[in-house]
Protein backbone atom coordinates (compact mmCIF):
# COMPACT_ATOMS: atom_id res chain seq x y z
CA UNK A 1 0.00 0.00 0.00
CA UNK A 2 2.92 2.27 1.08
CA UNK A 3 3.76 2.33 -2.81
CA UNK A 4 0.84 4.02 -4.02
CA UNK A 5 1.04 6.12 -1.25
CA UNK A 6 4.43 7.19 -2.84
CA UNK A 7 2.98 7.07 -6.29
CA UNK A 8 0.11 9.36 -5.30
CA UNK A 9 2.97 12.08 -3.79
CA UNK A 10 4.78 11.61 -7.43
CA UNK A 11 1.20 12.73 -9.22
CA UNK A 12 1.52 15.99 -7.03
CA UNK A 13 5.33 16.44 -8.24
CA UNK A 14 3.82 16.38 -11.83
CA UNK A 15 0.67 18.67 -11.29
CA UNK A 16 2.76 21.07 -9.30
CA UNK A 17 5.80 21.87 -11.86
CA UNK A 18 3.03 20.93 -14.70
CA UNK A 19 1.28 24.31 -13.29
CA UNK A 20 4.21 26.36 -13.76
CA UNK A 21 4.58 25.81 -16.80
CA UNK A 22 1.20 26.21 -17.65
CA UNK A 23 0.88 29.30 -16.00
CA UNK A 24 2.33 31.76 -18.48
CA UNK A 25 0.86 29.71 -21.43
CA UNK A 26 -2.66 30.04 -20.37
CA UNK A 27 -2.21 33.64 -19.82
CA UNK A 28 -1.12 34.12 -23.21
CA UNK A 29 -3.48 32.50 -24.96
CA UNK A 30 -6.86 31.90 -22.94
CA UNK A 31 -6.97 29.21 -20.07
CA UNK A 32 -9.57 27.40 -22.12
CA UNK A 33 -7.99 27.37 -25.31
CA UNK A 34 -5.06 26.08 -23.62
CA UNK A 35 -6.42 23.18 -22.20
CA UNK A 36 -8.15 22.27 -25.66
CA UNK A 37 -4.92 22.39 -27.12
CA UNK A 38 -3.03 20.68 -24.14
CA UNK A 39 -5.37 17.88 -24.75
CA UNK A 40 -4.89 17.56 -27.77
CA UNK A 41 -1.33 16.06 -27.26
CA UNK A 42 -2.34 14.56 -24.55
CA UNK A 43 -4.84 12.16 -25.92
CA UNK A 44 -2.81 10.95 -28.86
CA UNK A 45 0.22 10.30 -26.33
CA UNK A 46 -2.31 7.83 -23.99
CA UNK A 47 -4.14 6.80 -26.72
CA UNK A 48 -0.76 5.38 -28.65
CA UNK A 49 0.62 4.08 -25.32
CA UNK A 50 -3.20 2.08 -24.52
CA UNK A 51 -2.32 0.52 -27.98
CA UNK A 52 0.99 -0.05 -26.85
CA UNK A 53 0.29 -2.11 -24.18
CA UNK A 54 -2.90 -3.63 -25.73
CA UNK A 55 -4.68 -3.07 -22.74
CA UNK A 56 -7.92 -1.85 -23.75
CA UNK A 57 -9.39 -5.10 -23.16
CA UNK A 58 -9.73 -4.57 -19.82
CA UNK A 59 -12.82 -1.49 -20.63
CA UNK A 60 -15.58 -3.45 -20.49
CA UNK A 61 -18.68 -2.10 -22.05
CA UNK A 62 -20.69 -1.79 -19.11
CA UNK A 63 -17.89 0.53 -17.69
CA UNK A 64 -17.51 2.59 -20.90
CA UNK A 65 -20.52 4.75 -19.64
CA UNK A 66 -18.88 5.89 -16.33
CA UNK A 67 -15.67 6.21 -17.13
CA UNK A 68 -16.83 8.72 -19.93
CA UNK A 69 -19.30 10.80 -17.65
CA UNK A 70 -16.04 10.88 -15.12
CA UNK A 71 -13.63 12.38 -18.05
CA UNK A 72 -16.25 14.89 -18.66
CA UNK A 73 -16.99 15.72 -15.48
CA UNK A 74 -13.24 15.26 -13.96
CA UNK A 75 -11.34 17.00 -17.09
CA UNK A 76 -13.98 18.63 -19.62
CA UNK A 77 -15.29 20.65 -16.61
CA UNK A 78 -12.78 20.36 -14.12
CA UNK A 79 -9.69 20.83 -15.67
CA UNK A 80 -11.05 23.99 -18.06
CA UNK A 81 -12.05 25.69 -14.92
CA UNK A 82 -8.58 24.66 -13.55
CA UNK A 83 -6.94 26.78 -16.08
CA UNK A 84 -9.46 29.29 -16.24
CA UNK A 85 -8.55 29.91 -12.81
CA UNK A 86 -5.00 29.47 -13.06
CA UNK A 87 -4.98 32.16 -15.94
CA UNK A 88 -6.93 34.46 -13.39
CA UNK A 89 -4.87 34.60 -10.09
CA UNK A 90 -2.18 32.46 -11.22
CA UNK A 91 -0.37 29.11 -9.41
CA UNK A 92 0.00 29.82 -6.07
CA UNK A 93 -3.54 30.72 -5.10
CA UNK A 94 -5.53 28.27 -7.68
CA UNK A 95 -3.46 25.48 -6.52
CA UNK A 96 -4.25 26.17 -2.41
CA UNK A 97 -8.33 26.13 -3.84
CA UNK A 98 -7.66 23.07 -5.67
CA UNK A 99 -6.18 21.08 -2.74
CA UNK A 100 -10.13 21.01 -1.60
CA UNK A 101 -10.38 18.35 -3.62
CA UNK A 102 -8.85 16.12 -0.72
CA UNK A 103 -11.59 17.08 1.38
CA UNK A 104 -14.32 16.79 -0.94
CA UNK A 105 -13.01 13.54 -2.23
CA UNK A 106 -12.81 11.94 1.47
CA UNK A 107 -16.75 13.11 2.23
CA UNK A 108 -17.67 11.75 -1.17
CA UNK A 109 -16.03 8.79 -0.77
CA UNK A 110 -17.08 7.99 2.77
CA UNK A 111 -20.65 8.91 1.70
CA UNK A 112 -20.83 6.86 -1.96
CA UNK A 113 -18.22 4.08 -1.50
CA UNK A 114 -18.86 3.45 2.29
CA UNK A 115 -14.77 3.47 2.60
CA UNK A 116 -14.14 4.53 5.88
CA UNK A 117 -10.68 5.19 6.29
CA UNK A 118 -8.74 4.89 10.35
CA UNK A 119 -9.02 7.65 12.76
CA UNK A 120 -5.35 7.96 12.60
CA UNK A 121 -5.13 8.32 9.16
CA UNK A 122 -8.87 10.80 8.54
CA UNK A 123 -6.38 13.04 11.05
CA UNK A 124 -3.20 12.41 8.92
CA UNK A 125 -5.68 13.83 6.30
CA UNK A 126 -6.95 16.66 8.14
CA UNK A 127 -3.37 18.00 9.43
CA UNK A 128 -1.69 17.52 5.26
CA UNK A 129 -4.72 19.56 4.31
CA UNK A 130 -4.79 22.52 6.77
CA UNK A 131 -0.29 22.31 6.45
CA UNK A 132 -1.24 22.90 2.51
CA UNK A 133 -3.56 25.88 3.15
CA UNK A 134 -1.01 27.07 5.53
CA UNK A 135 1.96 26.73 3.52
CA UNK A 136 -0.03 28.41 0.29
CA UNK A 137 -2.04 30.76 1.73
CA UNK A 138 -0.27 32.14 4.60
CA UNK A 139 3.64 31.39 2.31
CA UNK A 140 3.58 33.60 -0.43
CA UNK A 141 6.53 35.94 -0.30
CA UNK A 142 5.68 39.60 0.56
CA UNK A 143 6.93 40.82 -3.07
CA UNK A 144 3.62 40.76 -5.22
CA UNK A 145 5.29 41.50 -7.78
CA UNK A 146 6.37 38.86 -9.53
CA UNK A 147 3.64 37.90 -13.06
CA UNK A 148 2.84 34.70 -10.96
CA UNK A 149 1.17 36.58 -8.03
CA UNK A 150 -0.75 39.31 -10.55
CA UNK A 151 -4.13 38.80 -10.77
CA UNK A 152 -5.71 39.02 -14.06
CA UNK A 153 -9.67 40.22 -14.04
CA UNK A 154 -11.75 39.06 -10.85
CA UNK A 155 -9.89 37.44 -7.88
CA UNK A 156 -13.70 36.07 -7.16
CA UNK A 157 -14.66 35.19 -9.99
CA UNK A 158 -11.29 32.89 -10.40
CA UNK A 159 -11.57 32.01 -7.09
CA UNK A 160 -15.43 30.47 -8.35
CA UNK A 161 -13.88 28.95 -10.98
CA UNK A 162 -11.00 27.18 -8.42
CA UNK A 163 -13.45 25.46 -5.98
CA UNK A 164 -15.60 24.69 -8.93
CA UNK A 165 -12.72 22.76 -10.75
CA UNK A 166 -11.64 20.96 -7.38
CA UNK A 167 -15.39 19.59 -6.68
CA UNK A 168 -15.47 18.25 -10.10
CA UNK A 169 -11.93 16.61 -9.86
CA UNK A 170 -13.30 15.18 -6.80
CA UNK A 171 -16.42 13.74 -8.10
CA UNK A 172 -14.30 12.50 -11.46
CA UNK A 173 -12.06 10.29 -9.06
CA UNK A 174 -15.17 9.02 -7.18
CA UNK A 175 -16.62 7.73 -10.46
CA UNK A 176 -13.22 5.84 -11.48
CA UNK A 177 -12.64 4.18 -7.84
CA UNK A 178 -15.22 1.21 -8.16
CA UNK A 179 -13.90 1.08 -11.38
CA UNK A 180 -10.20 0.46 -11.13
CA UNK A 181 -11.08 -1.83 -8.26
CA UNK A 182 -12.70 -4.00 -11.14
CA UNK A 183 -10.07 -4.37 -13.04
CA UNK A 184 -9.64 -1.45 -15.88
CA UNK A 185 -6.31 -0.55 -16.72
CA UNK A 186 -5.33 3.06 -15.36
CA UNK A 187 -3.92 4.29 -18.64
CA UNK A 188 -6.84 2.61 -20.77
CA UNK A 189 -8.90 4.36 -18.67
CA UNK A 190 -6.91 7.59 -19.01
CA UNK A 191 -7.01 7.64 -22.41
CA UNK A 192 -11.03 7.32 -22.61
CA UNK A 193 -11.41 10.41 -20.13
CA UNK A 194 -9.32 12.46 -22.15
CA UNK A 195 -10.88 11.96 -25.04
CA UNK A 196 -13.76 12.30 -24.58
CA UNK A 197 -12.57 16.09 -22.88
CA UNK A 198 -11.04 16.41 -26.08
CA UNK A 199 -14.14 16.25 -28.10
CA UNK A 200 -16.09 18.25 -26.41
CA UNK A 201 -13.53 20.81 -26.04
CA UNK A 202 -13.14 20.66 -29.70
CA UNK A 203 -16.40 21.54 -30.51
CA UNK A 204 -15.44 25.05 -28.75
CA UNK A 205 -13.54 25.97 -31.37
CA UNK A 206 -16.22 26.75 -33.58
CA UNK A 207 -18.04 28.62 -31.07
CA UNK A 208 -17.57 32.52 -31.77
CA UNK A 209 -17.15 33.73 -27.50
CA UNK A 210 -14.45 35.49 -26.24
CA UNK A 211 -13.91 33.09 -23.67
CA UNK A 212 -13.07 30.24 -26.35
CA UNK A 213 -11.16 31.94 -28.35
CA UNK A 214 -7.00 32.30 -28.48
CA UNK A 215 -5.96 35.36 -27.62
CA UNK A 216 -3.21 35.32 -29.88
CA UNK A 217 -1.73 32.91 -32.30
CA UNK A 218 0.38 29.75 -31.36
CA UNK A 219 4.15 29.64 -31.80
CA UNK A 220 6.38 26.54 -31.76
CA UNK A 221 7.29 27.72 -28.04
CA UNK A 222 3.60 27.68 -26.62
CA UNK A 223 2.68 24.72 -28.45
CA UNK A 224 6.57 22.74 -26.91
CA UNK A 225 4.62 24.41 -23.50
CA UNK A 226 1.36 22.70 -24.03
CA UNK A 227 3.21 19.45 -24.90
CA UNK A 228 5.34 19.13 -21.49
CA UNK A 229 2.31 20.70 -19.43
CA UNK A 230 0.11 17.90 -20.94
CA UNK A 231 2.61 14.80 -20.83
CA UNK A 232 3.87 15.92 -17.05
CA UNK A 233 0.46 16.60 -15.75
CA UNK A 234 -2.15 14.87 -17.76
CA UNK A 235 -0.37 11.97 -19.65
CA UNK A 236 1.76 10.83 -16.44
CA UNK A 237 0.41 12.81 -13.06
CA UNK A 238 -3.12 11.72 -13.60
CA UNK A 239 -2.16 8.12 -15.04
CA UNK A 240 -0.12 8.16 -11.78
CA UNK A 241 -3.10 9.20 -9.77
CA UNK A 242 -5.26 6.23 -11.31
CA UNK A 243 -2.38 3.56 -10.35
CA UNK A 244 -2.29 4.98 -6.77
CA UNK A 245 -6.35 5.03 -6.67
CA UNK A 246 -6.84 1.60 -7.88
CA UNK A 247 -5.16 0.24 -4.96
CA UNK A 248 -5.61 2.59 -2.00
CA UNK A 249 -8.34 4.70 -0.42
CA UNK A 250 -9.91 7.25 -2.71
CA UNK A 251 -9.41 9.60 0.22
CA UNK A 252 -5.68 9.20 0.99
CA UNK A 253 -5.10 9.29 -2.44
CA UNK A 254 -6.57 12.98 -2.90
CA UNK A 255 -5.19 14.49 0.29
CA UNK A 256 -1.64 13.60 -0.42
CA UNK A 257 -1.70 14.53 -4.16
CA UNK A 258 -2.68 17.42 -2.88
CA UNK A 259 0.55 18.36 -1.46
CA UNK A 260 1.25 20.15 -4.95
CA UNK A 261 0.44 23.34 -3.92
CA UNK A 262 3.33 23.06 -1.27
CA UNK A 263 6.26 21.89 -3.68
CA UNK A 264 4.91 24.65 -6.02
CA UNK A 265 5.99 26.88 -2.86
CA UNK A 266 9.57 25.40 -3.35
CA UNK A 267 9.62 25.50 -6.82
CA UNK A 268 9.18 28.84 -6.66
CA UNK A 269 11.29 29.63 -4.73
CA UNK A 270 14.19 28.11 -6.66
CA UNK A 271 13.02 29.84 -9.75
CA UNK A 272 12.44 33.34 -7.97
CA UNK A 273 15.41 32.69 -5.39
CA UNK A 274 12.58 34.36 -2.64
CA UNK A 275 12.88 32.50 0.47
CA UNK A 276 9.71 31.24 1.80
CA UNK A 277 8.00 32.47 4.59
CA UNK A 278 8.03 31.36 8.05
CA UNK A 279 4.20 30.65 7.78
CA UNK A 280 5.40 28.28 4.63
CA UNK A 281 7.61 26.36 6.94
CA UNK A 282 5.12 25.88 9.31
CA UNK A 283 2.79 24.33 6.77
CA UNK A 284 5.81 22.37 4.92
CA UNK A 285 5.71 20.49 8.45
CA UNK A 286 2.27 19.85 9.20
CA UNK A 287 1.66 18.48 5.91
CA UNK A 288 4.73 15.84 6.61
CA UNK A 289 3.17 15.01 9.94
CA UNK A 290 -0.17 14.50 8.08
CA UNK A 291 1.94 12.32 5.92
CA UNK A 292 3.85 10.41 8.08
CA UNK A 293 0.29 9.27 10.27
CA UNK A 294 -0.81 8.05 6.69
CA UNK A 295 2.10 6.26 6.06
CA UNK A 296 3.05 4.85 9.76
CA UNK A 297 -0.45 3.43 10.25
Known amino acids: MLLYYFIAILAALCWAIASLISADVTRKIGGLAFNRLRLFFVSIMLISCTFYLDTWGTINQEFLVTILLSGIIGIFLGDTLLFIALQKIGPRRNNVLFSLAAPFTVILNIIFL ?15 FFGVVVAIAYGNSRDKSHRWEIVEGNIYLGITFGIGASLCQAIGLIMMKPILSMGADPIASASLRAGISFIFLAFTFFLNFKIFNQKTSLTLKVIGQSIISGFLGMALGMSLLLIALQKADAGIVATLSSTSPIMILFLIWVLTKKIPTFSAWIGTALALIGSGLIFIY
Open 114 to 128: NEIMSLINLIGCIIV
